[in-house]
């Protein structure tokens, strides 16, 4: 994911939060990976540049917004995963309300293999998943697939990659159907549940995540993955 991408989704988030029209949001993508995180490219370029530490800070704070939007929307919104979520893409899954995926549907958190920290994916994982499941995905690296993914409760629904559009259309049609009042109140009392904890643990991890996009170790992590060769962390 680019800069512009999230922007757009951050925009298109708050123009579904305006339309009235709108009762539910299917989150999806149109090729072969859901999402594999951000743009590592992208960030390796600025990490070389005299401002690094206030441009991280910039990438941390738009990742957050975006998170925090997506929380924040009133309206269920349901993640299609046919294919990868990686990183910032689990993160993406863990904020919706509802995920359906198909077999080909992988999850995995690989931040420390490139120097980096999944700030906003850990809390996610801890508040979604509990603090024994985000321990084996953040720190043990660990790639689930789809059906590991249901049986620790990530995945709600498994579906034949086909088939996964029309489920996911059932589902939100299904909840058009029903109050929207009622779905909205429903979607704060399991948010409010948590209250501001989770959000500021969110606001914390952004700032570990700029904070460790700074270092020697990202610095390399980040060079590797460009370069196509083992990282050589200091």
Known sequence: M???????????????????????????????????GVDLKEWQSQSQER???????????????????????????????????????????????LVVASPAARFEVPATRFGLVSGLTIPLLA??????????????????????????????????SDQIWAASHAWATSIAESSHESIQLSKRLLNEMVGESLLMNLSSGAAVLATACSTESAVEGLASFVEKRPPKFP
Do not use: N, Y
Request: net charge neutral.
């Open 127 to 160: 508040f979604r998943l509990g603090a024994s499941a985000a321990a084996r995905l953040a720190l043990g690296g660990q790639r689930i697939d789809a059906t590991e993914a249901h049986r620790i409760g990530l995945v709600h629904r498994i579906v034949p």
């Open 51 to 97: 401002d690094a530490i206030a441009r991280w800070q910039e990438v941390a704070l738009a990742l957050h917004d975006l998170i925090e939007s997506m929380l924040r929307l009133p309206k269920p919104i349901i993640a299609a995963v046919d294919g990868p979520a990686l990183g910032f893409g689990l993160a993406m899954v863990l904020a919706s309300d």
């Open 2 to 36: 680019s800069r512009e991408m999230i922007q757009q989704l951050i925009d298109a988030i708050s123009d579904f939060h305006q339309d009235k029209s709108v009762r539910a949001v299917i989150l999806t993508s149109s090729g072969s990976t859901f999402c594999s």
